[in-house]
């Protein structure tokens, strides 16, 4: 009998990820998608854009009160976006 070499699905499609280069570019999509459900309605409402660059999350808010309010919780919500991919993915956010 021989022994054969079983890997996880997720494994081996992760892998083929990697060495394609797609891996970040697909959790960065992930995380601009979940911008609605981890902020909520409320705020999703007021966001005009999002886009990644360098590991910095750019929103584009068009509520000023909202801005300033968002500001104060840079941190967290950089926290609360990197849980909810299950990676780190940004380190910070600039509210435009």
């Not at 997720?10 to 280069?21: A, C, D, P, W």
């Not at 960065?28 to 910095?56: E, F």
């Not at 919500?77 to 509210?95: C, M, P, T, W, Y």
Request: glycine letters at 4%.
């Amino acid at each position: 009998m021989f022994k054969r070499d079983v890997q996880e699905l997720k494994n081996l499609i992760l892998r083929n990820l990697r060495s394609q280069g797609l891996e970040t570019p697909l959790l960065q999509k992930r995380l601009i998608d979940s911008w609605p459900t981890v902020m909520g309605d409320a705020v999703a409402c007021y966001t005009h854009s999002l886009y990644i660059r360098n590991q910095t999350l750019f929103v584009h808010l068009t509520s000023p009160a909202l801005r300033a309010d968002l500001s104060m919780r840079r941190q967290d919500i950089v926290k609360q976006l990197n849980e909810h991919v299950g990676s780190q993915v940004i380190a910070d956010i600039r509210f435009n």
